[in-house]
């Protein structure tokens, strides 16, 4: 069976820093891979989505950028995170082919102080 | 632009009681998709619906399309206090060549579920 495992499930970091969000699938290859940004009490924003390996296109401009290394490691990353960054982030990922389903990670809680 | 738009934003009911919850969209779609997330966790998919289908059952779970009204609606029977969560609806315009980055979320309908 297909799992997604996406870290660290939290953290806390000051502004200016570096952010690496990680997310790898396990039981599926060539996947569609996402993230997604979850504002409070909002609906999900796409920020990146990768089709294979070193395929990113950007939704929304943006401090963040996002890497596809490998057919089934999508990172997340910033080199100076701002206030604005905050909130929580999502990987997801879906079969190629019109309307599959798509299944999320449990998500990372992102506060940046 | 928002697509899926959810009403109501909140809902409480007792155990045992149904939960109706709806979708309005604007523009023409393919699919329309309704997720569950719990409080601080991902997204969970419960049923999909294609633009050609009008209902669709999943236990207890009833999905209803019209395309001529451009709305859906989630309803949950005999609801439990374990249903308590978030109810996205998401839709897909159909032509994103076979991947889902034209999945557009609504920002969900919160059901409390009282024991």
């Known amino acids: 069976s297909q799992t997604i495992h996406q870290w660290p499930a939290t953290l806390v970091q000051p502004v200016g820093s570096p952010l690496s969000l990680e997310c790898t699938v396990e039981?599926?290859?060539?996947?569609?891979l996402y993230w997604y940004r979850q504002a409070a009490g909002r609906g999900l924003q796409l920020l990146f989505y990768?089709?294979?390996?070193?395929?990113i296109s950007s939704e929304v401009p943006q401090n963040l950028s996002a890497s596809r290394p490998q057919d089934r490691q999508f990172i997340l990353s910033s080199k100076k995170l701002l206030l604005s960054d905050s909130g929580f982030y999502l990987c997801?990922?879906?079969?190629?082919?019109?309307?599959?389903?798509?299944?999320f990670g449990e998500g990372s809680w992102l506060t940046v102080v | 632009s928002q697509q899926g738009e959810e009403d109501p934003q909140a809902l409480s009911i007792q155990e045992g009681e149904n939960a109706t919850m709806n979708c309005s969209y604007k523009?023409?779609?393919?699919?329309l998709q309704w997720y569950r997330q719990n409080s601080g966790r991902g997204l969970v998919h419960l049923i999909l619906?294609?633009?050609?289908?009008r209902e669709k059952h999943s236990g207890r779970l009833r999905v209803t399309l019209d395309t001529s009204k451009k709305s859906s609606s989630l309803l949950i029977t005999a609801s439990r206090a374990a249903d308590t969560a978030s109810y996205f609806c998401?839709?897909?315009?159909?032509?994103?060549?076979?991947?889902?980055?034209?999945?557009?979320f609504g920002k969900g309908t919160l059901l409390t579920v009282n024991p």
């Open positions: 998401a839709t897909d315009p159909g032509d994103s060549g076979g991947s889902n980055y034209k999945l557009t």
């Open positions: 523009t023409s779609i393919n699919n």
């Open positions: 990768s089709v294979g390996i070193g395929q």
């Open positions: 619906i294609r633009s050609n289908e």
């Open positions: 997801a990922w879906d079969q190629r082919g019109p309307g599959n389903t798509i299944y």
């Open positions: 039981g599926t290859s060539n996947p569609n």
